[in-house]
Structures are given as structure tokens and as C-alpha cells.
């Protein structure tokens, strides 16, 4: 890694570099992290501000340790978006050392025991999720409600709880955070009553999906598709989680609407836009091959229905990547393309 | 009308720094004091000198050939006397020095006698071949293949259609785009004797749309001739497009497979250059002792197009065209995406030599490790996935790397032009394809009993195709009974063929590796020699 060109051909390159690629991916977080922070309070700067110190830290240790040069590591800027994309699966109102410890987890051992960039076969963002979700599951699923119910916490008062959990005098945290949407909807849906009355009657939806939540997903809708026109990332995966939500959730709904969400509110939930379009697009960790990355993302579409809507976890994005990352290796062999010259027409 | 065209994956859009060599005309270079030819400038068999020192030479006089079926004999660029046969630095990857014959040139610049040939259509595609063979050409593109060879298509296949490659699609190079717009005549003539020698229906230059110059003097030019087997089709730049598959995969959407020869989809394949070689050959009886050579880069002050003598030492063009010399300079032979660093610039021109790139050498980027984002995959005009060849290829898995097809790559430099993480990929790839040649030479040494095997099946193989031959031969012979002038020619050129033929199959007899065509001979022979340097490279491997 440290080594140098050897001196042969080809002897030009494109201008291209992985930090300028995570760059990319970075702007494109911008539009769905400032929706977010407009539905859901300050939380999210604080976390990402405290995710990214602790990976950036972490990175520039390791590499101290691994005696390889610290700079370029920092500056290629996956820790970075690892951070970004781990402080967006974090409860907004959160202790300091959630981000902290999920941060530190995915950089020391998702990526760099796996052997460091482009090496480690989870995304590093989704196992210090998944490891802070099972060791911490109070914290991990206590979401605010967004503004327009009544999340009037400042940024002074969010960074107090974050650093020292208190919180202003005439609010206790169970009464300012409430189970997310999807959660909602699971709860509610085993008291038998029907999706569309839980739509109508719980004050977290909007209608169509969780108030705030839709708008947080469009973002990063177009946060995504930026990134497909800038050629960052490639249609396959999107779409294909994409359309393997879709065809779950509409097949469910088409058998029986009454307890099945429409494949609309599926998208527009959770994690949905976040995780097709900047989690699963993740290279280092994803299928490589063109019909790969279709059979990858649908697969995931699929699992993350079925975890979210029968698993006993509040989205299912996190533990359907982390499935799919492990069949990466036998999804690529099996669909290698059509070399030149080798049959077909 | 408009030539339909296809599409081949992958490739990339190259800034051409074309222009920068376009803008003089093609200058005869001085006449060098002394000529360094080596005897190897062929794919194929090293030619034997058949000149001694001390003698003297005239201008276009054999001086070296060899017996080998693939071989090309080598002619003095001017007159003079030999001075030395020794082994002198040469321009190869390798770096190595190799045997040449030297020559002091006396300024007469006296020819010995050319056989030209005012009408050759006369001639037979036998004879036609036999005189490409005797004028000492090769693929001028940068292969440097045995012309002749490509020129017979073989028994019992029949060629549809004649390419010829004015792709010229490496940035920098334009030596053929200055050929086709000085000497369009040429260039069709040299298609006109191909059709005959391979007996084609049609012919097509394919010429990427940056050079409407020459599309426009071919095109005027083939208004003269008037000869509506030969099409000029302006194909899109993409890089590479003028590697051979994939020319002939725009020009005519056949894709040859792998393991099989152009000409078993009924195409052959030639350069432009090549054609003007031909032509000059045939007509004027002249051998292959000059060539247009590029000399260009940023280090260069006047870049141009030189017609230079083979053996004109390296040093002198740079000099004619001011370069620049300072430290940390590099000239390169070829392209940027596929030439090599010349070590020692007293290596002389050779047959091969289209272009000397001149320029500071890259900066040494750190390379970072693979991110697996595809880029690479989604320009690789092989289809192939270079990622995971890189991923086997540095585990050193060398099984891997041929589950995924590492020999269909053709080291067009594509991957890791856009790679955004560095990595010299294809030095990867060569690395390991010298290694299995490495391996499965070791393994085939160690195997007699398949060895005798296949040399027995070769043996039967040989047989037939030679029976057949001279039942063929005869057929002919008595159909052309009618017009006995050509009669007595074409039997001895039919002898001739015979004997070589015969020659030929001793020749690749012996290589013993698999059932290799002459092409995959080439190949690994031209991996073979690279291997040294490689494997002194390799030692600096990444450091993971
Ligand atoms: S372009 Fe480079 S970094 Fe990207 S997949 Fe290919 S080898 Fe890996
Ligand atoms: S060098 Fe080989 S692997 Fe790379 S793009 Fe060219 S053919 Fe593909």
C-alpha cells in the first residue's frame, strides 16, 4: 500500500480518487441529513459530530499501529461517510457514548480487524448499529417525535442530554420519545385494528407515512439520485431493493390491505432511501457485478421487508445488509458477465 | 450509405493530444551516419544474419533471414558497409540488449535492383504472399506479426470481409492518420493487392471520426479509384477500438471467440500501414526499411511525424525534434495506455516503433486498496471484472484468475486508467499470466506421455490438412490449365508454399505446449520475454 507505481503502462490516468468518490457520496447526504435535522431536532448533528471524531480518531490509531501512513486514511474519507451513515441510524436524542462506542466498533472491528479498507466484508456503519442495537436496545429504539408533535428541544438542551443526560425540568425522556412509525405500526397492528385506522388515528403518521419521515426518505431519495447521475454509484442496487421492498409489500398488500402497509409507506419508512441508495450502494462490501447487484438488492428489498414487518427489530435495513454482505463472495462467482469472446451472440 | 456499427463494452473517451503532432507534414529524417538493426523485430523466429562484417550493402539488399514458417527476413535501410554484428541496446519491455547488424552508411543511398511489378493483378495470391514474405513485413500497428501469414487464410476458410485498422485510437500516436492523409492512394492500393491475396468480397478502413482529414483524402481518393469493394467507415473514438476484436466487433458485430482466430468469423485484419507496405512491396518491389514514426509529448518542442529509417537510433528523432532534456523525462514507445519506457535511447527505430512519447514521468501515486467500486469492470472492453483478477491476481490464486478469464485480457490499460484508487492493475495481470506461462511450462516438461500424445494427434492432424492441400493444389492446377502463362509460377510458389508449409508444421511441432495457433505462439513468447522484468519488479510488490 505504501509501495509505488511500477513504471509501466498504462502511463496516464483519469483524475479520479476514492476521496473525491466519497466526497460525492458525502454532498449527497446533505439534503436528507438537513430534513432530518428539521423533523427530528439537533440530535443528529451532535452524533455525527461525535461519530465522526471517534472514527477519525479510531482510523488514525489503527493505522499508527499498523504503521502505515495515517493522512491519506483520513482523508480518503470512508471513516468519514462510515461515521455519517452510522450517526443517521442513531436515535437523534442520544447519550454521547452511543455514537461514540457504535463509531468505534465499526472502524477498530468491522473494518480494520477484517483488514481495512476494501477488506472488510460488512459495512462497518451496519455492524456498529447492529452492535449497539442489541447491547443497548432501550436507547437504540427511543425515537423523538418530529417537531410537529412537540420536540421543542433547542440545540443547548439536546447537547445537555447528549453530554450529561439531563433534561429541561418539566420533561422526562419517556415522555418526549415514542416508538417510531414502523415500530407504531407493528404494536399497534397486533391490537387488531386495521393499517389504514392506525394511519388515520396515530398522531406519528401523516396519512401516507410517518410524519416527518417521508420527507426525511425523499431527501435522500434525491440525495441518491444525484449520485446515480454523477456516476458514482450505478442503478442496479437502488432499484433492485427498491423493487424487492415494492414487490413484497405490495404483494402482502394486495392479499390483505387491512394489516399490510402499502408499498408506498415502505419506502417512505424507516430507512428505506438511506439503505438503498447510500448503505447498500456501499462498493467495498456490496457485489460487484452488474447481475449481482440486481440479485443482491433484490434479495435485501425482500429481507428487509420481512424483518421489518415480522422480525423484532424496529427496520430491517441494518440486519438484511449484513445478511446479503455474507453471500457477496458467492453472488459475484455465480454471476460473472459473459467475458468477450466467450459464446452468446 | 451509411455502414451500420456496433458496439463493443466498456472503452473509454481519451483526451487525444493529437493535434499537437498533426500540424507539420511528414519529414524524410536526415540519413543517419549509422544504422542499428536488430534481427529480431518480429513476433515469431530471430532471423539469421546472411551478410558479414566488412561487407558492403546497398540500399534494400537482404541482410538477414530466417528458415522459421514465422519469421520475417530483415533489409538494409540504405547503402554502406556492416560494421558489426553485436548485441546492442534494443527498445523492449525487457530492457535487454539483443543482436543487431550495424551499418555505416556512405550518403550514396544506392538501391540494389527492385523487381517491381506493373500489373499485379497478374499475380497469383500465392506469388503475392511469397513477395510480402520476401519484403520483410510485419503488422505495423505494434504487433509486428508476419504479415504473410495473416494473409493466408488457411484451408478450407473463406475471408468475407478485409479490415483494415486506421483506428489509431491511443492517444498522442499519429502516424498512421499522417499516412492515410499523405499517401491515400497507397493505402487502397495495399487493400486492392490484400483482396486479391486473401480473395475477399470487401474491404473496410475503419478510421475513428477524430480524423476527418484522412477520411476525407481516403474517400477522394477512392472516388478515383472507383472500387466499390472497399468502404471508408468513420467509426466512433472510443478507446480501443482499434485493438483487433474489437475493430472487427464495431466494423461487423462478429465476435471472435476466444480461443479462435478473425479469420474464423471470415475477417482479416490488417493495418493501414500495413497496406501501404504492401503496396510499396508489390508494386515497386521495395522492402520494409522505412516507416512514419511520432514523435511527440510534452517534452518534445516541434512534435511531427518523421519518415524514418529502421535502425535510425532513438536519440536522433528526439533531437530533431527538440526535446527537451531535463531530468525525470521518460520517452515511452507506443501509446501512453500501452507503449513502454525506452531504458537506453540509442536503441534504434525498428518496424514496430509507431511513436516515441516524450514526457516528465508520472508522479508515484501510493496506490490505496481495492474499494471494489466497479469503475474498472465497467470499461473493460473484455468484459471481464478486473477487480476480481486483481483480488486472485495479488493473492497470487493463479486458478482464480482463470476462472475469470485472465487471458482474454488484452492489456489495454482501460482498468487502471480509472481506477480511482491507483493501482496498476495490468502489472498485475501481466505478473501472473508470466507466472502460469511459468508454471504450465514446468508442467508440460514434467509431462512426456502427453506430450508424445498430443504430438502424435498434431502429427495426424498435420496429415490430412496436407493431403488435402495437394489434392487442392491439383484441382487448381488443372482448372488453370487454360491460361498457361501464370501455370508454371504458380506451381513452383505452390511448391515453394509446400515445402514451407512443411517447414512450418516442424516448427510449431516441437513447442509441445497445447494445440497453440502461430498467434498464441507469439503471445507467449512476447509474455515470455517480458518476464524478466517483471519479475524483478515484482519484488516491490504492494506491501499488504
Ligand atoms: S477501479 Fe480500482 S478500486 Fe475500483 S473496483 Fe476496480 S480495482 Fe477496485
Ligand atoms: S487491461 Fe485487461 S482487465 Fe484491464 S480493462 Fe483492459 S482488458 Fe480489461
Redesign the interface.
Known sequence: ??????????????P???S??MLKVIYAMIPGSIAHVYFFGWGLLINMTIALMTALLAESVVMQLRKR?TL?ALF?G?ATVTALLLALAIPPLAPWWLPMLGSAFAILVAKHLYG????NPFNPAMVGYAMLLIAFPQNMTAWIPPHELGNTLSFMQTLDYSMVGTLPANQTLDAITMASPLDTLKTQLMLDTTVSQILLTKPVFSGMAGIGWEWVNLMFLLGGIWLLLRRVI?WHIPVAVLAGLGAMSALAWLIDSNHFATPVFHWLSGASMLGAFFIATD??T?C??PRGQLVYGALMGVLIYIIRVWGGYPDGVAFAVLLLNMAVPTI?YYT?????????? | MIHKLNRFHGGLHLPDHKAVSMQAQVTPQPLPKQLVIPLQQHIGAIDEPSVNPGERVLKGQLIARSDAHVSAPIHAPSSGTIVAIEARPVAHPSGMPAACIVIETDGKDEWTTLTPCADYTQLSPETLRQRVHEAGIVGLGGAGFPSFIKLTPGIGKVVETLILNGAECEPYITCDAMLMQARPDTVLQGAQIMLQAVQARHCLIGVEDNKPTAIAALQHALQALNDDRIRIVPIPTIYPTGGERQLIKVLTGKETPTHKLPIDVGVVCHNVATAAAVADAIIEGKPLISRYVTVTGAGIGQAHNLEVLIGTPMQTLLEECAARNVPDMQTIMGGPMMGFVVEDLQAPVIKTTNCLLHQTKPQSQAALPCIRCGECMRVCPAQLLPQQLYWHARAKDLDKTQDYKLFDCIECGCCAYVCPSHIPLVHYYRFAKTEIWAREREKLKSDHARERHEFHLQRLERKKQEDEERKRKKRELLQRAESPDDNKQDAIAAALERVKAKKAAQQVAPQNTENLTTAQQAKIDAIESRRKTLSNDSGQDEGQ
Not at chain 1, 505504501?2 to 490516468?13: A, G, I, M, R
Not at chain 1, 460473472?336 to 451472440?345: M, W
Open positions: 500500500m505504501t509501495s509505488t507505481l511500477p513504471n509501466s503502462s498504462p502511463y496516464t490516468s483519469a479520479a480518487s476514492v473525491r468518490v501512513p491519506p480518503d470512508s481495512g479498507l476494501g477488506f450505478t462498493p467495498v456490496a460487484t457485478t459475484d460473472q458477465p459473459r467475458v468477450f469472446g466467450h459464446g452468446g451472440k
